[in-house]
């Protein structure tokens, strides 16, 4: 198959990391591509957020050197992470920091450096912008404005309320409760600078992270202490706390906070106990989804709009900046009159190894809150136990692995296509 030297005209709906990895992704393989975003600003949302070299590979590629200091220069600058006993807060591993989740760093800051990046490329971003509904065969997305836009293909890149998705699907689909809620904190750390207890979390980058019973703690100290953040997960006990409310907005109790804190190290509790405010976060799933494409073939979803993460994989923006850049060179490869074999051969391309980085979040989860059940008293676990196991992700390279499997995926997407019958992902 040629490359196309005419410019697919392409659609990106939703500019937070996914949307704006597809963008980049896009333009740097030729394509003629334009952003579509329903928020009129941006904010500082959210807290730490991991970018593996999976994904800094990619962007620096994409956006230069100058883009792939700035991502790193965000995220924590400690070596090695800890992760230690609930009760004392003992050592029980220790392993390189890059071996958790790459660079970590605040979601609003690596949000704005990606938005920075689509604009110094030149890349045409409309804030305000609803898409209200699609139209799959054009295709085009209609907004709340009434305005119409045309495309060779639409990406929904819109998150884990998307809209595509609903299309792609064909009925709407509902979260389901993981069975866990997180409880988040963040704020400057000169909170803690003064109690003896916790001040050794803030003179330093530093990360660790406290395990127990069907629950853990992460800590996370950025820019030499001036910032830390705290997210406790746990598993929920109780019907009424598995009410679905996926909102990253939904106020935490600390007085439910405290509770948890019973048995603690007594250092990260003192911290904790200093928080001014959190945030309650109850932990969503969905099914994977049978496919990421649309009727028509012209509607495609990346992100976390068809293959979202939970917190523990510490890979959710890296596998979106991956599937933007399998799903541009699989455009480029097919060229404009082909669209239904590149976006067929991505979604194939891509969702075995989505699952397999979903799944390694689920046995970090299972692992951590299981490690220490039934432990004899005095006996030692195997540090290898608990550690995270995300580093066999970073080697690859998805634009490289694309090209080379290029020939077997859409050969075998272009016998289903000629016979109109689609397999399924699962």
Known sequence: MSESKDPIKVIVIGAGLGGCAAALAMKHHGHDVVVYEKLSRFKRLGDSLGLGENALKLLERWGGSGLYQRLTSIGNQAEDMQIRRWSDGKILAQQPLMDMAGYIGHRGD????????????????????????????????????????????????????????????????????????????????????????CRDFVDHDCVNIWIGDDTHLVQNTLRDGKEFNWIITRKLSHEADMEIKESWF????????????????????????????????????????????????RIALLGDSCHPHLPTSAQGASQATESGAVLAVCLKLAGKSNIPLATRTYEKMRFPRTRLSQRNGEDLRDRWHSALKNLDEGAEIDPESVKM?????????AEQDARDRWEEVSSQVAEELRVGKITTLC
């Open 110 to 197: 690596y949000h704005e450096a990606f938005l920075q990046a689509v604009r110094d490329a030149g890349i045409p971003l409309h804030t305000g912008s609803e898409v209200v509904a699609f139209d799959e065969d054009k295709p085009s997305v209609i907004f709340a404005d009434g305005r119409e836009e045309t495309a060779d293909i639409v990406i929904g890149a819109d998150g884990i309320k998307s809209k595509a998705r609903e299309l792609v699907l064909g009925f709407t689909d509902a979260p389901k409760s993981s069975g866990y809620s997180c409880f988040r904190a963040y704020f400057p750390g000169e909170h803690l600078r003064e109690d003896p207890l």
């Open 250 to 297: 939904q106020e935490g109790d600390l007085d439910e906070v405290r509770k948890l804190l019973v048995g603690l190290d007594p250092r990260i509790a003192a911290a904790v106990k200093k928080t001014p405010s959190c945030l309650d976060w109850k932990i969503c799933y969905r099914d994977p989804l049978p496919t990421w494409v649309s009727k028509s073939h």
């Open 389 to 397: 196991r995300n580093r066999w992700l970073y080697a690859y390279d």
